[in-house]
């Protein structure tokens, strides 16, 4: 049977897990938070284990799904780490939004050991990983990322190969800088049109029905922002790290990109200003204060 080890039973990580759960794997689970991995596994009829290394001992596959590549870093060398536990032929895959470079860095780590990286962060939120239909964008091998695919498709609805290690979290990144830029662009053209009297579901209605929707416009402001509705599915502490990773990316690649750059210091401001706990989509908070008005 194979096994499998998932660490980070977060928002997103849990209901991930859970999935897993359902299909014919041997499953492990650890959490930072023992609370919360013996809570999962006694629901779930699963092992929990105290540290990530006897977490993956014999695992074929450990999943991670956390804040950041930092702590997935830390979580590989640490003492009673994943590499502690990890044997030859193994792959690690990382669902975390994380960093090309490092990334790479522990890939190369790992790869003394004799196992395999696969970075393989998700899009979806919270909503896809409770349905099982995730976007997973991978960055590794071909082989290791056709292997990882037998446990990705347990909760993904898309799988796509991007290229090696690190493109997976370049593509999920400037996909964020998407998502960043929509809602604080949506958010200052609600508030000018506020300004001008019109109605902000109105004006919704007319730009999802044109050229200007996107999913920011027709899903995330009439679910979040027209019934002041924020739950914390995805923090704007994160959304501000990946964008602040986008924008190192492109600048890493000498290509000036004032859209990323600009939508990296907003972001990086709406997080000061909010704090740790907002939801990404409360940034408009920020440009109606600034506009001295609300759009809902």
């Not at 929509?182 to 506020?194: N, R």
């Not at 704007?236 to 004032?258: C, F, H, R, Y």
């Amino acid at each position: 049977m194979t096994r499998v080890a998932f660490l980070g039973l977060g928002a997103m990580g849990a209901p991930m897990a859970e999935h897993l759960t359902k299909s014919p794997f041997d499953l492990v689970v650890w959490n930072r938070t023992p609370e919360i991995a013996r809570a999962f596994a006694l629901r779930h009829r699963v092992r929990a284990a105290l540290t990530p290394a006897e977490a993956t001992i014999g695992a074929d596959f450990a999943i991670t799904c956390l804040p950041s590549s930092r702590e997935g870093r830390e979580l590989v060398e640490s003492d009673q780490g994943l590499a502690a536990g990890l044997g030859r032929g193994s792959i690690l895959i990382d669902c975390t939004s994380g960093d090309p470079v490092t990334s790479r860095g522990t890939a190369e780590f790992l790869s003394q050991g004799g196992v395999e990286f696969v970075d393989a962060p998700v899009s979806g939120g919270v909503k896809g990983a409770e349905a099982g239909t995730l976007t997973v964008m991978c960055g590794g091998g071909e082989i290791a990322v056709r292997r990882a695919r037998e446990v990705l498709t347990t909760f993904a609805g898309k799988i796509v190969r991007c290229g090696e290690v690190g493109s997976g979290h370049a593509v999920k990144a400037m996909n964020q800088a998407l998502l960043a830029i929509h809602i604080w662009s949506t958010g200052e053209c609600l508030a000018a049109l506020a300004k001008q009297g019109v109605d902000s579901r109105v004006a919704l209605d007319v730009i999802n029905g044109s050229s200007g929707r996107s999913n920011t416009s027709e899903n995330l402001f009439p679910e979040r922002v027209m019934n002041r509705a924020f739950p914390r599915t995805f923090r704007l502490a994160l959304l501000d790290k990946d964008v602040a990773i986008a924008s190192q990316i492109a600048s890493d690649a000498g290509i000036d990109a004032p859209f990323i750059e600009l939508a990296a210091r907003l972001f990086s401001e709406a997080h000061k200003t909010l704090g740790d706990e907002a939801d990404h989509v409360e940034a408009v908070r920020v440009i109606e204060d600034r506009a001295g008005v609300h759009v809902s």
